[in-house]
């Protein structure tokens, strides 16, 4: 059976996610908190990165960058430990006794590069971290002459310096690594890549422009066709520009991401409304869990203005009934943030309105069979990995999903 055909049971499944998602959400997560998992993230994903430079598929390759990997996977569960108790917190710390118990056992290297992902993943999910910036993401460009002041006499000009050990241009590495892994590695409270003197005084802005110039050094040439962004909608909007791993996705979606991230200005028109729409909900929702009421505000109304209404005349003549539901779910939302209500309310509202905007935006233009994939592996991420069933089956490649 095609994945096509699958899309509403894909739909309620991915709602279903999202909606398991609001019950371990904690509307408020100070930034104490939110560094120390964001450094055990940060940990976690060059766990994945570093491994095959540590071990290969046919053995040791570098014993002290393994033992160093082994001390990640330690520090990360004893940060884990520090922070505050969560239902879930428990399958992540058996998540990485796993981790740590493959690596001690030279496990392949795609196998401890998918658990140690998915454990930075389920970590980011429960702790609510916002890994996309909460305005577009700035232009390379505002990053150059930064760059060329901080970083170039040891990344070298195009991140290609001689002396570096690991080149900013190598595609296969960067692709291990998302915008927001770059970002963390500008964040010395986060990554020790760098001493404090270089990177320390940044503004987050500021880290995000460099995290886009970095990844224009591994980006291809050509930009991808305007198709593409079509096929996959999420990869041209946040959150899934920042959060999204490229070596995850199907190998015509990789390598649209590799460019796209390092030129986000080219994107913003390539994004349908709806899919603006559900992203700047995305975002309003992760801000509001953070205790940020006022920004959750700004974006939900920035969807309705700039995403929802200029999708509605359409949406209205193809699906009345769901057109109404909408206008009223956004604006009863609008409303429970003015009124203050409660949070667990609230969040369940963004969910309910999310999955609306998402099954509006099928109803529009419904989207090819590794597109929903890759709306799944952006909600995925987002929703914690429950349901590493649905993760599986979707993951498959396409031609295979007959016998699925
Ligand atoms: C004093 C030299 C130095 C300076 C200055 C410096 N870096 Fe680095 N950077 C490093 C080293 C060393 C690493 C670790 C790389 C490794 O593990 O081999 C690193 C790692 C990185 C990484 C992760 C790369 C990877 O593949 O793991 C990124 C991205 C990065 N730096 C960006 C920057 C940016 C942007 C700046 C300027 C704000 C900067 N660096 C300034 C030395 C430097």
Known sequence: MPIKSKTPLLILLLTTLLCGAAAWAQPTADQETQNTAARAVSLLSFVAVDYPEAVSDDGMR????????????????????????????????????????????????????????????????????????????????????????????????????????????????????????????????????????????????????????????????????????????????????????????????????????????????????????AGLLYLGQTAYRSGDSASAYHHLMLGLREGYAQARPQLAERNPALTAQLDQQWETLRQSILDRAPSNEIIEQFQRLQANVVRAREQLQPTSGSAIYVWAALFFVIALGVGGLLWYRLRRPRGKTGTS
């Open 62 to 277: 570098d014993r002290n960058l393994y033992r160093q990997l082994q001390g990640n996977v330690e520090v990360a569960a004893s940060l884990l430990q520090k922070l505050p108790e969560k239902p879930g917190r428990k399958q992540l710390q058996r998540t990485l006794q796993d981790l740590a118990a493959e690596i001690e056992n030279r496990a392949p290297p795609a196998q401890v590069r998918q658990r140690a992902n998915a454990a930075a993943d389920r970590l980011a999910a429960l702790y609510q971290l916002p890994r996309s910036p909460a305005e577009p993401l700035p232009s390379a460009q505002e990053a150059r002459a930064l760059y060329q002041d901080r970083c170039r006499h040891c990344h070298g000009e195009n991140g290609d310096a001689p002396q570096a050990e690991r080149k900013l241009t190598d595609p296969e590495r960067m692709a291990n690594l998302s915008l927001y892994d770059f970002y963390n590695v500008l964040e010395p409270t986060r990554n020790d890549a760098h001493n404090s003197d270089i990177d320390g005084d940044l503004s987050s802005r500021e880290r995000w422009a460099l995290a886009v110039m970095v990844a224009g050094f591994a980006a291809p040439e050509i930009a991808p066709s305007v198709r593409r962004a079509q096929e996959f909608p999420a990869l041209v909007g946040l959150p899934g520009m920042a959060v999204l791993r490229p070596v995850e996705l199907p190998d015509e979606a990789r390598d649209a991401l590799m460019w796209w991230r390092a030129h986000p200005q080219e994107t913003a028109h390539l994004q349908h409304p709806l899919a603006r729409a």
